[in-house]
């Protein structure tokens, strides 16, 4: 992240050694044994700490590209059928168990979990000025960690007391998703409460990303009247960017829209190819979204996964800004600009404007260390999610038709796009708004499942299967943990 720095503490000492926390359950053995006995004796430390717990938020480009590429938006792309299987696998509805990147994101979850029990289980060390709210920090992100693992896995282990050690190997079982859901609710509020509604450096979370995601949460569990109700609070607090795209340019980074935003920077001096994401503080999700062996103004090359289907840019209505400013037609632009490329696998013409590699933006090692920020909690968002709570929980149609209409004009730079539909077709309307204003940003497959859309929507999604992603196969094997239904 732009301020935060890889730490040789525990939690970041486990970065160097993948047996210390790759799994929940992993093989006996510490490499590196750091006690709280020589650590959290000053301020410093508990920053420090906060710091690490931050890290693996960097880490998920995974979440965010099998986000659309699971859904209808997009297809796998990259050189071939084989290139990065797992990809293919999820975009075919064939992935099973067994799947690298599916593994991967269960890894990386729970390591950012396992350093928040680490801050939780020394919390009474030391009193310091300003700790409840540096502890409300950890709380979001073992909130915001928890999350991604119940809407990829549903049901999974569920700790907070402690970091887990050797002795925990092949102990912990998969708790009910709704017990996970309230330890979710639980950190979120207490993080509330210690949290300002403003930090100093940017990326850190604040009291008004924590009631946005608290009420992302609710709404995924269909609590409309209490996820209406936290939202909210934030509204009024943010507003929209005049021109849509201009908030996914470097310049329009932690702007007057962004909630929370991941930060990225392309001045590390530490990558590693063996140790990817981990070994950059860059966007290694960048480089999978251009176009391959790129020659040309403004973009740079890539490697042409996550390509969006022509009838995602055939959806937007006419005039509305968002379409070019989310997909780009390499063809209009080639014939534009000269640019050249090749074309790569699944390849449609189309590419993920909003995350795609662009010129000069990266540092040492191209392919590691894009800059670019994820805008994980977009105002636009946290005023989609208002509107459907309002609406489906019968609270205020009224709100709902407002929140719904300010994203609206903003795309089309009018009021005559307005909508004044009611009840379902209110619904309905605010379902298609959410893809037209958040395509490509990862969240696409996650509101098919929430909202029942997806065995209609995704060629080859089975009911009853492919709500949830398979638990990876090594920690059934390692803890006997029951499969999810299909796998």
Known sequence: MKFFKYITIVSAVCMLSQSCTDYVDYNPEDDYQIVSDVYFHSENDYQAAVVGAYDPLQWMYLNILIGDIASDNSFSGGESATDVIGLQQIDNMTHNSNNDNLTSIWQWCYEGVNRVNYLDQ???KLEFEGKAALYGEAYFLRAYYYFELVKFFGDVPLFTDARLDATDSGTLQ?????????????????????????????????????????????????????????????????????NYGGQFVRSGENGSESVFEVQHSNTSNWWDWGFTPQGTEGNFGVIHNGPRAFDGPTYASGWSFNIPSAELFA?????????????????????????????GYKHTGYFNNKYMPRA?????????????????????????????????????????????????ARAFGDSDHNISSTGDALTRAIWKERNFEL????????????????AATIDGFVTGKHELFPIPQQEVDISNLTQNQGY
């Open 122 to 124: 020394n919390r009474e």
């Open 174 to 242: 998969r708790t009910e998703k709704g017990l996970v859901y309230a330890q979710i609710e639980k950190d979120l509020l207490d993080a509330i409460d210690a949290l300002p509604t403003s930090q100093l450096q940017k990326g850190r979370v604040t009291k008004y990303a924590a009631q946005a995601l608290l009420g992302k949460v609710y709404l995924y569990q269909d609590k409309f009247t209490e996820s209406a109700s936290v939202l909210e609070n934030v509204i009024g607090a943010f507003q929209l960017v005049p």
């Open 315 to 343: 959806s937007f209505e006419d005039g509305d800004s968002r379409r070019n400013s989310s997909l780009l037609d390499i063809v209009a632009f080639a014939n534009e600009t000269g640019a050249t490329y090749s074309e």
């Open 360 to 408: 000069g933006e990266s540092g040492a090692q191209t392919e590691l260390n894009y800059l670019t920020n994820y805008r994980a909690i977009r105002y636009a968002d946290v005023l989609l999610m208002a509107a459907e709570a309002n609406n489906r929980g019968g609270v205020s149609e009224s709100k709902a038709i407002d929140y719904l209409n300010q994203v609206r």
């Open 439 to 454: 395509s490509m940003e990862g969240h696409r497959f996650f509101d098919l499942v929430r909202t029942g859309e997806a």
